[in-house]
């Protein structure tokens, strides 16, 4: 019996090891993980955390200890809230929405170091990370689709932080990186 060749597009075009690295170490000095901006806020990292979303998403919720910058007044207000060279982080609603991008461009053209907050403030409240909102701190169960329960894949999600006070069962597959 002869082996059988499979025959895959998948790996017909793919980078040789050494631009995967330029590529993927390029990726990390331009994006943070909603998970590394909240352990960079505990740890007391210094940068600002802006919210480049309009007044009323700003209103519903917001990461706490962010600043309320809209995108489309960053060029006009940028310095007069954050000084020129302090690192800065954008986020905008998630991962359907490139304003978080526009965001960061428009940062790193007025010489700020720069990342964007990959997820946004969606993935930040899937997380289950406490959010700041009018009526005060809020914080939802981690979603079983972007955050394991603390003991494991499955078993009680228990809430996470100053706000924990919600409980659920949590069944779902998730990503432990």
């Not at 009526?135 to 689709?145: C, F, K, M, T, Y």
Request: charged share 15%.
């Amino acid at each position: 019996m002869t082996p059988h060749t499979i025959t895959t597009t998948l790996f017909d075009h793919v980078a040789d090891p050494a631009d995967a690295i330029a590529h993927f170490r390029g990726r990390l000095g331009f994006e943070a993980d909603v998970s590394d901006v909240q352990a960079a806020l505990a740890d007391g990292e210094p940068f600002v955390l802006i919210d480049t979303r309009n007044d009323a998403a700003w209103t519903q919720g917001h990461v706490p200890g962010a600043v309320h910058l809209p995108r489309r007044d960053i060029g006009a207000r940028a310095a007069s809230i954050v000084a020129v060279g302090t690192p800065v982080v954008v986020y905008c609603w998630g991962p359907g929405c490139n304003g978080a991008t526009r965001a960061a461009l428009e940062f790193a053209t007025l010489g700020y170091p720069v990342k964007e907050m990959i997820g946004g403030f969606e993935y930040w409240v899937r997380e289950g990370f406490a959010f700041d909102t009018a009526e005060g701190l809020a914080q939802r169960v981690p979603d079983g689709l972007t955050n394991v329960a603390p003991d494991g894949l499955v078993g009680p999600a228990a809430g996470v932080g100053p706000a924990a006070s919600v409980t659920a069962i949590d069944h779902g597959i998730t990503c432990a990186c």
